[in-house]
């Protein structure tokens, strides 16, 4: 059964938009916030076989309903956990190539995927500065990426101020040629678009959330995407995936 496209807030589709794109069996590199809500989601729903990993070292747990960490470096993130393990050792099992997805969101990303969360501005005089990488270039070096963001023409931005985490590069033949020849951008969920990437490298439109039609995403990108003639769309949350989603962030910590 599906709702009322009106009950939901705008954080609640990203959210349950992204917890769609994970599949049951996959390991998740998931970071805090709505990554870390969506994997969540998806191993209470579709996904039980749904490994996730943290970088601060834990291996398959299972957050606790209604006490989301405010990091991944907390202790909340290692309820029921198969195995605990240092910074160091749960980045190896990317080089090793366990890890199938990577999810993190970012404050800009560009056309051809590559994600900003270091500084806006110029390296020597930034006007914000942001968290930094963490595991973040790590974790879209080694593995096929998803990221969870708003649509907004300030984060859609044709030119990132710094790559901290690795797309497309240039487009083209650019992130093999740089070393990187395994991973890459897989899906950017908005809530507005589900959007990936083109044979070249550049970001394209692969599906509209209910009521969303192409012109409004558009205009809340500051460069020219790919738009295929005939779109599909993404089905409404239901019931059953904006309860679950209530129960375990009952509070709206990450989807106000």
Same mark, same amino acid.
């Given at each position: 059964?599906?709702?009322?496209?009106?009950?939901?807030? =705008?954080?609640?589709?990203?959210?349950?938009?992204?917890?769609?794109? #994970?599949?049951?069996? @996959?390991?998740?590199?998931?970071?805090?916030?709505?990554?870390?809500?969506?994997?969540?989601?998806?191993?209470?729903? *579709?996904?039980?076989?749904?490994?996730?990993? !943290?970088?601060?070292?834990?291996?398959?747990? *299972?957050?606790?309903?209604?006490? #989301?960490?405010?990091?991944?470096?907390?202790?909340?993130?290692?309820?029921?956990?198969?195995?605990?393990?240092?910074?160091?050792?749960?980045?190896?099992?990317?080089?090793?190539?366990?890890? &199938?997805?990577? !999810?993190?969101?970012?404050?800009?990303?560009?056309?051809?995927?590559?994600?900003?969360? =270091? !500084?806006?501005?110029?390296?020597? +005089?930034?006007?914000?500065?942001?968290?930094?990488?963490?595991?973040? +270039?790590?974790?879209? =070096?080694?593995?096929?990426?998803?990221?969870?963001?708003?649509? %907004?023409?300030?984060?859609?931005?044709?030119?990132?101020?710094?790559?901290?985490?690795?797309?497309?590069?240039?487009?083209?033949?650019?992130?093999? &040629?740089?070393?990187?020849?395994?991973?890459?951008?897989?899906?950017?969920?908005? &809530?507005?678009?589900?959007?990936?990437?083109?044979? =070249?490298?550049?970001?394209?439109?692969?599906?509209? *959330?209910?009521?969303?039609?192409?012109? @409004?995403?558009?205009?809340?990108?500051?460069?020219?995407?790919?738009?295929?003639? +005939?779109?599909?769309?993404? &089905?409404?949350?239901?019931? %059953? %995936?904006?309860?679950? #989603?209530?129960?375990?962030?009952?509070?709206?910590?990450?989807?106000?």
């Amino acid at each position: 059964m599906t709702i009322n496209s009106n009950s939901f807030t =705008s954080s609640e589709l990203l959210c349950i938009m992204s917890s769609r794109a #994970l599949k049951d069996g @996959q390991v998740v590199f998931a970071g805090v916030g709505i990554p870390l809500l969506a994997a969540t989601l998806a191993q209470r729903l *579709h996904a039980p076989g749904l490994t996730i990993l !943290f970088e601060g070292g834990t291996i398959g747990p *299972h957050i606790v309903p209604g006490e #989301l960490p405010p990091t991944t470096n907390e202790q909340r993130c290692t309820r029921k956990a198969n195995m605990l393990v240092s910074i160091t050792e749960v980045l190896l099992l990317l080089q090793r190539g366990y890890v &199938d997805v990577g !999810f993190m969101g970012g404050a800009q990303i560009d056309k051809y995927g590559n994600l900003n969360s =270091s !500084f806006i501005g110029s390296a020597d +005089n930034p006007s914000v500065r942001l968290p930094g990488t963490g595991g973040g +270039n790590d974790i879209a =070096s080694l593995s096929n990426m998803i990221v969870a963001m708003p649509q %907004e023409k300030r984060r859609f931005v044709d030119k990132v101020d710094f790559i901290t985490s690795p797309g497309y590069i240039s487009g083209g033949s650019t992130r093999k &040629d740089s070393g990187l020849i395994s991973g890459g951008m897989y899906r950017i969920v908005t &809530d507005l678009a589900i959007l990936g990437f083109d044979e =070249s490298g550049r970001m394209q439109v692969e599906a509209l *959330h209910p009521d969303v039609t192409a012109e @409004q995403v558009k205009e809340n990108t500051g460069f020219e995407l790919v738009i295929p003639e +005939n779109i599909p769309r993404t &089905d409404t949350p239901t019931e %059953e %995936e904006l309860s679950a #989603l209530r129960i375990l962030d009952p509070d709206k910590v990450y989807t106000a």
